[in-house]
């Protein structure tokens, strides 16, 4: 049995097909990697696997259980937790009080989750900032909440949507430090990056779509080797 699976995963809005027959493996433990151009489906396929849309066609099977037509909320259950693109911190809640609303995925008693939460916020090095208003963080800190709230939800699987998007080098360099720290957590993570250098650095191995269709998989060198990966990002010339 496979940790996590695809199975020719597809979804099409009306007439675009934006994840087209896409079937990839990813291995208890690993940091993978999912690349592609701006459109190529890397949310489109986050946004299927955590239940968020219905699958046109395909499987996803998540250690051994068919996720197909779960209800988001299961799926977070199950063990797969995400951060979404966009963050939406809940504003004028504090830091704390945002990432306990995630901790009531594993309990309802209120002291449980506050101590859950208070746990997750010392590994993602946001205590100091617990009882500052989600709205007033920095864009560094909200991602950085985003990533805290996602794990106070017990994920077995974590995907991570751009978490580095729009952060200054140095705060790249402690968003990659963060990402291993939760990978040598024993959490298996699915990766979005733009970033080149980080993605590379930090995956054990990449799968590249463009078009919502695998184009090429491999260890980052075989990836960024590739020739049909140089052209979907350069162009042919
Ligand atoms: N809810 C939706 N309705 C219609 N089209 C969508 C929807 N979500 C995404 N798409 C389209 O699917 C394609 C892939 O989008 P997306 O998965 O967001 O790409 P990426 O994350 O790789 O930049 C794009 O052409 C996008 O416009
Ligand atoms: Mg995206």
Known sequence: MNFFETQHLTKAFGGLIAVNDVSFQVVKGEI???IGPNGSGKTTVFNLINGYYPITSGKILFEGHELNGLPTWKI???GIGR???VVKPLRRMTVLENVMCSA???TTRRDVAKEKSLEVLEFCELS???????KGLTIGDRKRLEIARALATGPRLLLLDETMAG????EQAEGVKLIRKIRDAGITIIIVEHIMQVIMNICDRI???NYGQEIAGGTPAEVANNQAVIEAYLGKE
């Not at 100091?128 to 989600?134: L, M, P, S």
């Not at 952060?167 to 140095?170: E, K, S």
């Open 76 to 78: 977070c259950k199950l």
């Open 104 to 106: 009531f995925n594993l």
């Open 207 to 209: 799968l590249c779509i």
């Open 128 to 134: 100091k900032k617990q009882d500052f208003q989600a």
């Open 83 to 85: 951060t979404f693109q």
């Open 167 to 170: 952060l200054t080098p140095q």
């Open 32 to 34: 993978h990697g999912l």
